[in-house]
């Protein structure tokens, strides 16, 4: 770590500059009195690697006096100094009072060789948001919670909504969603204790047997979307592995007891489930379709790829990218470079994620890598071959099916869906599959 010298007579400001140089220039700072103070210790200590200092100290000209040093020792120590000092601008650099530490943490930063992005990383916001579906299923949370308020253009205000203990239902969420609240904040310090808490309380009720059928959909949709939220903020880690297990068995369980299509289309829609869990489920669902069809149907078969359904895209962050099944709809997409990049790749993030799954084996990540008919996982192949894993194949047509149906430019009714698959996967065995799917809608 590197080494910073600080002057600065007053504590408070000291007390202040002091730790946030710490924690965000990631510099060890050492107190020094005065430029005197300061010389001794550099000539003890030449490898110093900032000094930052108040133009004058009582009738010290503090600044002054260490440029002096600095020339005639031949150091070459970057000096920020606090206030003007004339004549000094060819070996000092002198930010006008008063300062704001920030200002000073970024100037400071750049001497260090801290670059903005690593600076940006470190500067994190006392209030993290917690989407709203971390609230849907617990009745209390461990910490309080805040809204955020906005008081000027990039100026926000934190009003506490929820203290802790404090006890509410999902009506009382549900009336902040449809007033337009998007998230909720909790205080920084408090995030992981929260994440905890809620993916604890979402494993207990998933692994419940009373649950109805829509409270179980529901919630495991909530679930989805958690565990989505986490991949991406922090990746894969224990709670989520755990949350993302019961979510995967509770979907397993409702797709088996699963109701017509007509009905849960028409529930799917009508509960608010987000896109990324309807995806999810239905492919889930016509999974189980073509599978119960097969001659060599086996129940692992269905939980390896109700586990692919609920990974395959769990790294796409929006319902556009979430949307695309070829190379021409990225074509026509709106995506930015680098959302186009997350789908291009998005079958090969998943399968790397899943590195970190203990209970991901051999078929679900070759199923993963090659959902959309691509061996490596890049890309995607309008038209895959007979190379494709067997499993591989059901997912191809299932994911297929699914993303016609929820795209609002696509026909909706399997009767118009099933010719497009026909005419797209020509293959023998995907021809096979698509019409083991027909006989099932029959
Ligand atoms: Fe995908």
Same mark, same amino acid.
């Given at each position: 770590?590197?080494?910073?010298i600080?002057i ?21 700072? @050492? ?7 300061a ?9 110093i690697?900032l000094i930052i200092c ?8 503090t600044a002054?006096?260490l440029v002096?040093h600095l020339?005639?020792?031949?150091l070459?120590i970057p000096l920020l100094v606090?206030?003007?000092v004339?004549?000094i601008?060819?070996r000092a650099l002198c ?16 001497f ?209 990218? @979430? ?120």
């Amino acid at each position: 770590m590197s080494q910073t010298i600080l002057i600065e007579p007053n504590e408070d400001l000291r007390k202040i500059f002091s730790l946030n140089l710490n924690t965000f220039a990631g510099t060890d700072v @050492i107190i020094r009195q005065s430029a005197e103070d300061a010389i001794q210790l550099l000539k003890i200590l030449p490898t110093i690697s900032l000094i930052i200092c108040k133009n004058k100290i009582g009738a010290e000209n503090t600044a002054l006096r260490l440029v002096e040093h600095l020339k005639s020792e031949m150091l070459d120590i970057p000096l920020l100094v606090m206030g003007e000092v004339a004549d000094i601008s060819d070996r000092a650099l002198c930010l006008p009072e008063p300062i704001a530490w920030e200002k000073l943490i970024q100037q400071a930063a750049k001497f260090l060789g801290v670059t903005p992005e690593e600076l940006a990383r470190r500067v994190k916001p006392d209030y993290v948001p917690m989407s709203l579906s971390y609230f849907y299923d617990i009745t209390q949370t461990p910490c309080d919670v805040f809204i955020r308020i906005k008081k000027a253009p990039g100026e926000y205000q934190f009003v506490k909504r929820i203290h802790n203990k404090d006890v509410f239902d999902f009506n009382a969420i549900k009336k902040y969603e449809d007033q337009g609240l998007k998230e909720f904040y909790v205080q920084r310090d408090y995030q992981q204790y929260f994440t905890t808490f809620v993916t604890n309380s979402l494993v207990k009720k998933l692994e419940r047997t009373d649950l109805s059928m829509e409270d179980r959909i529901l919630t495991t949709a909530h679930s989805y979307d958690v565990v989505a939220d986490q991949v991406i903020k922090i990746g894969m880690d224990q709670a989520t592995v755990e949350l993302a297990d019961a979510g995967i068995n509770s979907m397993i369980m409702s797709v088996k007891d699963s109701p017509q299509l007509a009905g849960l289309l028409k529930f799917l829609f009508t509960s608010k489930v987000s896109l990324a869990y309807q995806h999810c489920h239905l492919i889930a669902v016509m999974c189980q379709y073509i599978l119960s069809k097969q001659s060599w149907y086996q129940p692992k078969h269905l939980e390896i790829l109700s586990f692919v359904a609920f990974f395959s895209d769990i790294t796409l962050k929006s319902n556009e990218q @979430i949307s695309i099944n070829s190379d021409e709809d990225l074509r026509n997409s709106n995506l930015v470079d680098e959302e186009r990049q997350a789908v291009i790749t998005h079958a090969r993030d998943a399968a790397t994620l899943l590195e970190r799954h203990p209970g991901a084996n051999e078929y679900i990540k070759t199923v993963l890598m090659q959902h959309h008919g691509k061996m490596d996982g890049v890309g995607f192949n309008d038209c895959p071959g007979e190379e494709l894993h067997p499993l591989s194949k059901v997912f191809v047509i299932a994911d297929s099916f699914v993303k016609i149906l929820l795209r609002p430019d696509k026909p909706s009714s399997k009767r118009e869906i099933l010719p497009i698959l026909y005419a797209q996967y020509t293959n023998p065995s995907y021809q096979k599959i698509i019409k083991a799917l027909e006989q099932k809608f029959q």
